[in-house]
T-cell receptor
Framework: ETGVTQTPRHLVMGMTNKKSLKCEQHLGHNAMYWYKQSAKKPLELMFVYSLEERVENNSVPSRFSPECPNSSHLFLHLHTLQPEDSALYLC????????????FGSGTRLTVV | GENVEQHPSTLSVQEGDSAVIKCTYSDSASNYFPWYKQELGKGPQLIID?????GEKKDQRIAVTLNKTAKHFSLHITETQPEDSAVYFCAASSDYKLSFGAGTTVTVRA
């Protein structure tokens, strides 16, 4: 365990379903991130939270909705996804925003059918 | 925004040989360059990093070099071992976030 825990590890959902991904960190970090990882592509930053405030939304479709109720927890709510949304979704945390000290979770492998 | 390019996309080396992965970045304001290793079923893990005021850093069998003028940095793995087989990502930090390369799949042949 890296200190960042993601659940579930695997998720299969239909295009009309609603599901949520959960991320929890026990490192005392103030920043949390959602990344999308697709094969042969760079990690795509989706959302950045600093002290529970969203500081960036990288033009992510509204079918992805983040929630950060406190500095230890981060959620990604999913609804009416498309097959091209199938990917590994990674959560990360860091002491502050700025690139230093990133710790990643193991990811949630999402398949949209 | 920052654009990071990484080469090669795949690399196969004989056990004991060296492996080199190269990255270029576009934003001259970037000042921190970490490298991550991702094994199957796991998230990326930091293996070494370098800041813009340093030209080279070494940690046992891995080393990173940075050329700020040319805006490129490289990862060197010496005496490769089977457990070095993984996907390696470079990244560059500007503003408040990391931008990643597309990754290099390294296979170490026994």
């Amino acid at each position: 365990e890296t200190g960042v825990t993601q659940t579930p590890r695997h998720l299969v959902m239909g295009m009309t379903n609603k599901k949520s991904l959960k991320c929890e960190q026990h490192l005392g970090h103030n920043a949390m991130y959602w990344y999308k990882q697709s094969a042969k592509k760079p990690l795509e930053l989706m959302f950045v939270y600093s002290l529970e405030e969203r500081v960036e939304n990288n033009s992510v479709p509204s079918r992805f909705s983040p929630e950060c109720p406190n500095s230890s927890h981060l959620f990604l709510h999913l609804h009416t996804l498309q097959p091209e949304d199938s990917a590994l979704y990674l959560c990360a945390s860091s002491p502050q925003t700025g690139g230093y000290g990133y710790t990643f979770g193991s990811g949630t492998r999402l398949t949209v059918v | 925004g920052e654009n990071v390019e990484q080469h090669p996309s795949t690399l196969s080396v004989q056990e004991g040989d060296s492996a080199v992965i190269k990255c270029t970045y576009s934003d001259s304001a970037s000042n921190y360059f970490p490298w991550y290793k991702q094994e199957l079923g796991k998230g990326p893990q930091l293996i070494i990093d370098i800041r813009s005021n340093v030209g080279e850093k070494k940690d046992q069998r891995i080393a990173v070099t940075l050329n700020k003028t040319a805006k490129h940095f490289s990862l060197h793995i010496t005496e490769t071992q089977p457990e070095d087989s993984a996907v390696y990502f470079c990244a560059a930090s500007s503003d408040y976030k990391l931008s990643f390369g597309a990754g290099t799949t390294v296979t170490v042949r026994a």
